[in-house]
């Protein structure tokens, strides 16, 4: 320690090299939050995610969910995994058709490789007018209640279905997150969604990044 009192701009410099290794992407940082909320509410209810691409934000869910011991809650994957479809309007100019690919079986392997995958974990492909439907919901997925939804599908045509199905698996605090709320489609289909829902009640969580936001559901019954 002598050396570094002698020389305390060294000392700052030596730390500052290895502060990115406790820095947590913007994704991380409200995945973070989000199950620490539900670890101190108590919250119960499952994950769903829609548009998961190679996992990125998927395994980061379940990482935390571990840290905050919250052991019942289940991981709902729901892409087509064959990137997005096709893209018209203003949307076109961020994205494309395909963009976001990542094929089933590699992103099987990328939960494998970061040890995030098991019987909790339930993945769902297809593209989702066609997946998530009351039949499906019925036969396949056994969801009780959600009590976090990130929704990450970018586009408008994608985000509509996703709203019809997530409604029965609302409660009060439940979570909502979306990854492209400044761009893409996300916020225009939920705005709409809500005023079709006047029952439905949200209120700001925390932005994160440039790109994304977060919602606390209020349901009025």
Known sequence: MKYFKCHPYRYTKFFRSFQHLFRYTP???????????????KLKGDYLEFGVYNGTSFISAIKFSRLYKLNDMRFFAFDSFKGLPEVKGKESGFFKKGDCYCNIKEFRRNLIQKKAYSNRVKIVQGWFDKVLTNNKKKADFH???????????????????VFKFIKSYLQDGTVLIFDDWFYGGEKRAFEEWLKQNKDIKVTE?????????????????
């Open 27 to 41: 994704a991380e940082e409200i995945l973070n939050k989000v199950m620490r909320y539900v670890e101190k509410t």
């Open 143 to 161: 969801i009780n209640k959600a009590s976090v939804i990130m929704i990450d599908c970018d586009i408008y045509k994608s985000a509509i279905p």
């Open 205 to 221: 969580f925390h932005k994160y990044g440039w790109n994304g936001n977060s919602f606390i559901v209020n349901l009025n019954e």
